[in-house]
Structures are given as structure tokens and as C-alpha cells.
């Protein structure tokens, strides 16, 4: 079968048309941090974290941010834990902030995730050789992330353990 020139044309820009439009269609920005000046703040208690994964996505002309947070479970992880699955159970949001510090705890960045819904809590495996016994990863979305600057001293206690 034989396309005429002008359908060959024409089918080589809708394809064309097509493989931009899915280059647009889901792009990503992500940021990793590790240390131990990265915390996560909800209802006012603040939880260091081992480390974070933040991306922002666009996907049909939509931002979506989403952060993946794990730590080292002590007994404030848990009721942090506890209190996000019953916002998850329920359906409904949170407010979660995310501040980073310098070397002196002094608050530099703070990405306030308004109406976040909460995508995974889970519990790692418990390994003989990680040298912590056990991890907690949280996940969660939010359309909504304002970044202001840091102000203030980061809690240098953290929660309860």
C-alpha cells in the first residue's frame, strides 16, 4: 500500500505532534536529601528525617508534589505514623511541612505541602545488617506546596522517643 506524499506528510507531523505532546504530558523534577538537619513538622512536632525525595510532576498541564520521607522508628515516629493513617483512613488532608537546616540548625527552607494526602505508610524490613533496626517511610501529594524561606531555629530535639 502506498501513502501519497502529502499523507506521508501529514502523518509524519501528527506523529510529530504526538511525541511532543508526551514529552509535555508528564515532566519531573526531583530533589534528594539526606543528613540530619532535614525535618518534617506536623502539629507542631518536629520529626528529623534519614532522608527525603521530593518531585514535583506536571502531568496535563497539572503540578502535582509529592515528598517520600523515612526515618528511624522511635516511639514519636509511631504516633506520627498513627495520626497519618488515621487521616488517610478518613480520606482526608494534611499540613505537613518540610524545613532545611544549615550546620547550625538555622532554618534555611521551609516547602509547607498544604492538603496533602497521604499515598503509603510503611515499615521496612528488619534486617540484622542496617544499622538502623527498623525504617519508616512515609509518602504523601499535595496540588498545593508554598516554599518560604526559613526562619528561626530548627528544634534540635525533635520528638519524644
Known amino acids: 500500500m502506498s501513502i501519497p506524499t502529502t499523507g506521508r506528510t501529514m502523518l509524519l507531523l501528527t506523529l510529530l505532534l504526538a511525541v511532543a505532546q508526551l514529552q509535555t504530558f508528564a ?6 536529601y539526606t543528613g540530619d538537619r532535614t525535618t518534617l513538622l506536623y502539629e507542631g512536632v518536629t520529626f528529623f528525617v534519614t532522608s527525603i525525595r521530593q ?14 520521607v523515612t526515618f528511624p522508628v522511635n516511639e514519636g515516629a509511631a504516633r506520627l505514623a498513627g495520626k ?12 505537613i511541612s518540610i524545613k532545611k537546616a544549615d550546620f547550625n540548625y538555622k532554618a534555611e527552607e521551609e516547602n509547607l ?13 528488619l534486617d540484622g545488617a542496617s544499622k538502623d533496626a527498623l525504617v519508616l517511610t512515609i509518602s504523601f501529594a499535595a496540588q498545593n506546596m508554598k516554599i518560604i524561606p526559613g526562619n528561626g531555629v530548627v528544634d534540635k530535639q525533635g520528638p519524644p522517643k
Not at 497519618?84 to 480520606?91: F, I
Request: aromatic content about 4%; proline content about 0%; glycine content about 2%.
Open 113 to 125: 505541602y498544604q492538603d496533602a494526602a497521604i499515598r503509603e505508610i510503611s515499615l521496612s524490613a
Open 55 to 68: 518531585t514535583d510532576t506536571v502531568i496535563n498541564g497539572r503540578i502535582s508534589y509529592t515528598a517520600t
Open 84 to 95: 497519618l493513617q488515621q487521616v488517610s483512613n478518613k480520606r482526608s488532608t494534611a499540613q
Open 27 to 32: 515532566q519531573a523534577n526531583q530533589r534528594t
